[in-house]
């Protein structure tokens, strides 16, 4: 979840809805704290085809392949995939926790944005967040084609795999994660 949650945006807390938040991207801050790129955090300009970058390499190796699918293709239109967040450590996820939860004041609020680590798609490499609107909203429209879908509609970054969208389309997005049953965990 939230891609705004990653090594670039620690500085702001991330796609928390802020006056600079932006629906097409998340923002981008800078790392602080002990955690670093070995536990997801990614540095400015990873694309899918990083391969010295845990959060990608760490992703479930369908998503990778569906993901440099479609970035191969979206080139083809002059775009590029680039990485916010992928996968992440439970401490990783467990950090983007604790900061929404200050940023918003309950764990409720915080759970539209951030997943626990024992619920998050990230943690487990089923979740990327792309980080820059062309990307976004390439993959919007054919992403589908790939298995690659949008899941959350306040998430527009955030994508996972799912292999029945290629034949059947992308399920119905959740408003929020907090609709989502796999983060009742």
């Known amino acids: 979840m939230t891609a705004a949650l990653g090594y670039q945006a620690l500085k702001s807390s ?35 085809f990083d391969d010295a970058i845990p959060a990608v390499t760490k992703l479930d190796p369908a998503l990778l392949q569906a ?9 083809d239109d002059g775009v590029e995939f680039y ?17 929404a939860v200050a ?3 309950s764990e409720d609020e915080a759970a539209r944005w951030v997943a626990t680590a ?29 298995g ?11 994508y996972e795999l799912r292999t029945e969208a290629i034949e059947h389309g992308c399920p119905r997005m959740y408003a929020d994660p907090t609709q989502d049953p796999r983060m009742q965990q």
């Open 83 to 99: 990485v916010s967040s992928g996968w992440r450590s439970p401490e990783y996820q467990d950090q983007l926790l604790r900061e």
């Open 118 to 146: 024992t619920s998050s798609p990230h943690v487990a490499g089923d979740a990327v967040d792309i980080g820059r609107s062309d990307a976004t909203e390439w993959l919007s429209r054919h992403g589908a084609e790939y």
């Open 67 to 75: 993901l440099r699918h479609a970035a191969t293709d979206a080139s």
């Open 14 to 48: 991330p796609a928390l809805p802020a006056a600079s938040f932006s629906a097409s991207a998340p923002p981008l801050g800078e790392p602080r704290g002990p955690l670093g790129e070995a536990d997801g955090a990614v540095p400015d300009g990873v694309t899918v």
């Open 148 to 158: 690659l879908c949008q899941i959350y509609r306040n998430e527009p970054w955030h």
């Open 103 to 105: 940023e918003y004041g």
